[in-house]
Nanobody, 130 residues
């Protein structure tokens, strides 16, 4: 079974940077598109970024495009989210996801109704203080 484990979260001050990691096991990493989402209490899980199977294409929510970067390392079966100039509104639990189709990449159609098709990690918490 596919298993995802996130790490790298923590408590930082506004303007700081963090690099989140997610390791996939139990499957062929190269067969999965990968993504990052975040969620705060009382809100729907929000798309952050995604990356294609080979890493050649990346996609971002408009509000994150200038500050966040997603990449992947096939040798480590890992996907990363580099976050810079963090703001208090970035405080959330960040979740890693994997999908063996292109649903994570067609971001204009990426609605919560599709989330059940994805593999999910347990999340890593990011807290940004002003």
């Amino acid at each position: 079974q596919v298993h995802l484990v996130e790490s790298g979260g923590g408590s930082v001050q506004a303007g700081d940077s963090l690099r989140l990691s997610c390791v996939l096991s139990g499957g062929d990493f190269s067969s999965f598109a990968m993504g990052w989402f975040r969620q705060t209490p009382g809100k729907e899980r929000e798309f952050v970024a995604s990356i294609s199977w080979s890493g050649g294409s990346t996609y971002y929510a408009d509000s994150m495009k200038e500050r966040f970067t997603i990449d992947r390392d096939g040798a480590r079966n890992s996907v990363y989210l580099q976050m810079t100039n963090l703001k208090p509104e970035d405080t959330a639990i960040y979740f890693c996801s994997a999908d063996n189709s292109d649903r994570l990449l067609a971001v204009e159609y990426l609605t919560p109704s599709l989330y059940k098709y994805f593999h999910w990690g347990q999340g890593t918490r990011v807290t940004v203080s002003s």
